[in-house]
């Protein structure tokens, strides 16, 4: 029953940075872990980062390591994306999701209650 917004999405040119909010209303999120995916026209939905519930543990796919920061705030039942030095590439609707698993899972599968996703386009 858990309800997620993201917001925080635009247009920004190459190398500028976003900071990407999911507001989760509801229920509260902090016993679970939560993730970022994005999804390109045309292609799969993607792996982006994700965190335990307490926020002491993250993980990134690679192409975005040293770039992005996942981080929360269980006290306002949010989940942040920072990205940085943004690409081309980087441009997508981001999405964030509850981890229904016990681990830093990369795949969709082992999410719910996913957000409608608010869009990032990096122009060149």
């Known amino acids: 029953q858990v309800q997620l917004v993201e917001s925080g999405g635009g247009m920004v040119q190459t190398g500028g940075s976003l900071r990407l909010s999911c507001v989760a209303s509801?229920?509260?999120?902090?016993?679970?872990?939560m993730g970022w995916f994005r999804q390109a026209p045309g292609k799969e939905r993607e792996f982006v980062a994700a965190?335990?519930?307490?926020?002491?543990?993250?993980r990134y796919v690679d192409s975005v390591k040293d770039r992005f920061i996942v981080s929360r705030d269980n006290a306002k039942n949010t989940v942040y994306l920072q990205m940085n030095n943004l690409n081309p590439e980087d441009t997508a609707v981001y999405y964030c999701?509850?981890?229904?698993?016990?681990?830093?899972?990369?795949?969709?599968?082992?999410?719910?209650?996913w957000g409608q996703g608010t869009q990032v386009t990096v122009s060149s």
């Open positions: 999701a509850v981890n229904n698993s016990p681990w830093l899972s990369t795949t969709v599968e082992s999410y719910d209650y």
């Open positions: 509801g229920r509260t999120i902090s016993n679970y872990g």
């Open positions: 965190i335990t519930w307490s926020g002491t543990s993250t």
